[in-house]
């Protein structure tokens, strides 16, 4: 086995125990609650229970990157230690940590010339971009090189898919990702959101669909119509929610009656804290593999 690490951001959004058992590193993303600072680091000084009430109590949040600096901290050990490094990013449709640990790796690439870092974009979030950073550690331990693994990752990142809806539009006007408007007729009307992630990795609403009961169906829906091979999809799911945990079952449900060749049972996991910061609690994705993103 090649001498390499395989490293991505908080925001991928798997537990604590499941980073460790895959042999994932991880730095972490930043957020404030009201004035309170807080490091993004996968609900162990907050629990995601006690993060979303306070969400839902009126508390204001803001999330911060990881920067230049902390990159650079972050990475130097592993190159210390003759360690090359493979790390992807969370999405920089929605954060501009690509572009800070790509100078991180410029400046490191003059002090340890020898060693690789590789550095990619992930244009995925939350429990999608864990599915990318899952898949990748199956392929490092059945004996796949960092080249290769860097070169896999960047030809298919955009087969994977993330459907997601928010039943509660609160967040999303508040950070405008649905105007004022539009969030006014969609609550009166009982209009939840059906969103993905654009092959350039920007978030993008696609549909309305009026009821939680069929916006909720509706992602089993998206799934049905874009997953490799359609119902006899072999691959794996994860499912990620903010404060709905009986919401996502709904979904998984579906998904488990529709699709019964599922590599294992399907993955249900939190929203984390950053990207929970900008869609709120009521917020169901769910990910998988498929046709390139369109």
Request: glycine share 8%.
């Amino acid at each position: 086995m090649e001498n390499f690490i395989l490293s991505c951001c908080s925001t991928a959004d798997l537990t604590k125990e499941h980073f460790e058992k895959r042999n994932i590193n991880y730095v972490c993303f930043h957020y404030y609650l009201d004035e309170a600072y807080y490091s993004d680091d996968l609900g162990q000084s907050m629990s995601f229970a006690d993060f979303y009430k306070a969400m839902e109590n009126g508390a204001m949040t803001k999330t911060s990157q990881v920067n230049v600096a902390e990159y650079e901290e972050y990475f130097e050990p592993f190159l210390k230690e003759g360690k090359d490094i493979l790390h992807l990013t969370l999405s920089s449709g929605i954060s501009g940590a690509y572009n800070s640990a790509m100078i991180a790796k410029n400046m490191l690439e003059e002090k340890y010339p020898d060693r690789k870092i590789y550095v990619v974009d992930s244009v995925c979030a939350a429990c999608g971009y864990g599915l990318l950073m899952d898949t990748l550690a199956d392929m490092r331990d059945v004996g796949k090189s960092i080249d290769e693994l860097h070169d896999w990752a960047e030809e298919n990142k955009n087969k994977l898919h993330h459907w997601f809806t928010a039943t509660d539009l609160t967040y999303l006007i508040r950070g405008g990702r649905v105007s004022k408007a539009s969030g006014f007729v969609g609550t009166m009307l009982n209009i939840c959101p059906l969103m993905t992630v654009a092959p350039d990795g920007t978030l993008k609403p696609v549909q309305k669909v009026r009821t939680k009961k069929k916006v909720l169906e509706a992602l089993a829906n998206k799934m049905e119509e874009n997953a490799e091979n359609g119902t006899a999809y072999g691959g794996k799911c994860f499912v990620g929610h903010s404060a709905c945990e009986e919401d996502a079952k709904v979904v998984i449900a579906h998904i488990e009656d529709r699709f019964p060749q599922l590599k294992g049972k399907v993955l249900l996991g939190n929203i984390g804290t950053v990207i929970g910061s900008h869609t709120g609690p009521g917020t169901v994705v769910i990910t998988f593999w498929g046709k390139e993103r369109a």
